[in-house]
């Protein structure tokens, strides 16, 4: 298992970004440990239903605010009030913005310093999200819009979220699958490539890849049609042209400096709205088919060791370059301007022009 100093990120053992921190339908209102980047973190929702990201322990003696079963606070029902959560060891009490706002024995007076790490997080499209940045400051990219998930009137069919775990593996390496051009045709069946390049924008990158497909593909769009993109380190998004309209989400969030969970998702566009039980059947199939591809990577990395410099040949994508963009995430954000300046731009590694040109 290799870490970002072995990958030579930078600064950085973790990166800036949004992730997904799960299903939202899974993470209900009781106070959870969830334990990403490193860290112990607890998520609650107040009791408007809002979510909430805190450190895991409490500053006033170190009490963990969410492994507890017996403290009468959590028996009584009074750990979280408002939007605020109360610790179960002696009761202080803190808001949204991480500052103690109750002492029960105390009336009169709450230190200043009583204040618990508070991250930024967001419920949308069915997940939840949270805004990590090593060097602690507010997001400087937007969370996707997945604006699909709010179009059931136009045919989408949401999304259920299909979880793949933990793997033993850092996230480099999924990464790496934008410029792979070369384990298309031996992992997914793809079938005479049209064209594939890589455009690097900012924060963001874009894989575009049109070829036929062994299985996905038949007399009628003998043509598969990709545009597949990065906002942020952390969130794939794919929009498939084939026989149906389709959006994917592939998540993935640093557990420890090594690991990384991995999540998938797909949203479906029928040619109705209101979908017959058949109709929704046809969508998650979809969803099965393409998890069932993401599955074919996940063998992959799962087994795999560390490629610390990838042997890359001409015909390869270029892996150096994304990885180029990859680290600026793993470095003050003061310095991703010069990083973008250098990296911006299109490289084609197959085919000349792209046939029928569709913006990401
Ligand atoms: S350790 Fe949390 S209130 Fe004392
Ligand atoms: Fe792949």
Redesign the pocket.
């Known amino acids: 298992m290799a870490g970002a100093q072995e990958y030579k990120l930078g600064a950085f053992a973790f990166p800036r970004g949004w992730f997904m921190l799960g299903d939202a339908a899974t993470l209900e209102a009781k106070p959870t440990t969830l334990h990403f980047f490193g860290k112990d973190m607890v998520f609650y929702r107040g009791q408007s239903g809002k979510p909430h990201l805190v450190h895991a322990?409490?500053?006033?003696?170190?009490?963990h605010?969410g492994k507890n079963s017996t403290s009468y606070v959590v028996r009584d029902g009074e750990q979280v009030q408002g939007e605020s959560i109360?610790?179960?060891?002696?009761?202080?009490r803190f808001g949204e913005d991480g500052k103690c706002d109750d002492?029960p024995y105390s009336p009169n007076f709450i230190p200043k310093s009583a204040c618990l790490k508070t991250y930024p997080v967001i419920e949308r499209a069915g997940i939840i999200w949270m805004w990590h940045d090593p060097e602690g400051g507010q997001p400087d990219h937007e969370l996707p819009a997945f604006a699909a998930w709010d179009k059931q009137d136009e045919g989408w069919v949401r999304w259920v979220i299909d979880d793949f775990g933990t793997l033993p593996i850092h996230q480099i390496e999924i990464v790496d699958n934008m410029a792979d051009y070369g384990h298309m045709s031996p992992i997914h069946g793809s079938l005479d490539c049209q064209y594939f390049d890589n455009v690097f924008d900012g924060t963001k990158i874009i894989q575009r890849f049109d070829a036929g497909h062994r299985t996905l593909t038949d007399a009628s769009s003998p043509v598969l049609s990709l545009d597949t993109w990065y906002e942020g380190p952390g969130i794939l998004q794919s929009e498939m042209h084939g026989a149906f309209p389709s959006h994917m989400l592939i998540a993935h969030t640093p557990v420890e400096d090594g690991t990384v969970r991995l999540w998938h998702a797909l949203m479906v566009k029928l040619p109705k709205a209101d979908p017959s039980a058949e109709d929704l059947e046809m969508a998650r199939a979809f969803q099965v088919a393409s998890r069932d591809a993401l599955a074919q990577d996940v063998e992959i990395w799962a087994n795999k060791e560390a490629s610390i410099n990838p042997m890359q040949i001409p015909a390869d994508g270029p892996y150096g370059k994304v990885r180029l963009w990859y680290r600026q995430f793993y470095n003050p954000r003061e310095e991703a301007a010069a990083t973008h300046k250098r990296i911006d731009g299109t490289v084609i590694t197959f085919g000349e022009k792209r046939p029928d040109p569709i913006a990401a």
Do not use: D, S, V
């Open positions: 322990y409490c500053p006033h003696m170190g009490a605010l109360r610790c179960p060891f002696h009761g202080w002492i």
